[in-house]
């Protein structure tokens, strides 16, 4: 069964304090991951995808990067306006998607 | 630039009541899902369509219908509402990506229903 794991379930930083938010995924073929923001009261808000093993990709504070297992959504010197819900979702084959619950990730200022 | 829009945005019904939900996209996409939030377990499908008049059930089908008679609506009925519907529903499209499978999912804001 195509499973997708989050963690952790919420993470407090303070401003300026860099952290990561991890990824697992076990599917039968990955066709994509894809990593999605989530504010409260709106809809996701697509971030990255990314398609096979040592791929990474960056914006602004944001890099995310792909292993054979997991991916990792690495947040550099973060500021109160990254508070948000991240989620991350695979495509493992047809056209399904299988998400994560995600992470709450709060930034003080 | 609407994207993907929902309607309405909050409904509450009565037990065994029925309601349509309806979300439209200006993007000409084929493939359109509908997904249910509850805390803690993540987006879950309920079904989805690969293009117009065509529909395929999910992860958690029961309890719903859709529709897709034009290329950029997709309904989602609720015959008999019951208490376990009460959730945040998510419309999505997205189109095929040559040589890489689907596009990103586009999300519309959801429609919060309240069953009681």
């Known amino acids: 069964e195509d499973q997708v794991t989050q963690s952790p379930e919420a993470l407090r930083l303070q401003e300026g304090e860099s952290s990561s938010l991890n990824c697992s995924y076990t599917v039968s073929g990955l066709r994509g991951l894809f990593w999605y923001r989530q504010d409260p009261g709106k809809g996701p808000e697509f971030l990255f995808t990314l398609y096979s093993a040592g791929e990474e990709k960056e914006k602004e504070r944001l890099k995310a990067t792909l292993t054979k297992k997991e991916s990792f959504l690495h947040i550099t010197a973060p500021k109160p306006e990254d508070s948000a819900t991240y989620l991350c979702a695979v495509q493992p084959g047809g056209q399904n998607f299988v998400f994560g619950p995600g992470t709450r990730l709060s930034v003080l200022p | 630039n609407a994207g993907v829009t929902q309607t309405p945005k909050f409904r509450v019904l009565k037990t065994g009541q029925s309601m349509t939900l309806l979300c439209a996209q200006d993007m000409n996409h084929e493939y359109m899902y509908w997904y249910r939030q509850d805390p803690g377990m993540g987006l879950r499908l309920i079904h989805y369509s690969v293009g117009e008049g065509t529909t395929a059930k999910g992860e958690v089908p029961d309890g719903y219908n859709v529709s897709r008679l034009k290329k950029q609506n997709f309904l989602l009925g609720l015959e008999s509402a019951a208490p376990s519907q009460t959730s945040v529903y998510f419309c999505?499209?997205?189109?095929?990506?040559?040589?890489?499978?689907?596009?990103?999912?586009?999300f519309g804001n959801g429609t919060r229903l309240t069953v009681t």
């Open positions: 999505a499209s997205s189109y095929l990506a040559r040589d890489r499978g689907n596009s990103p999912l586009h």
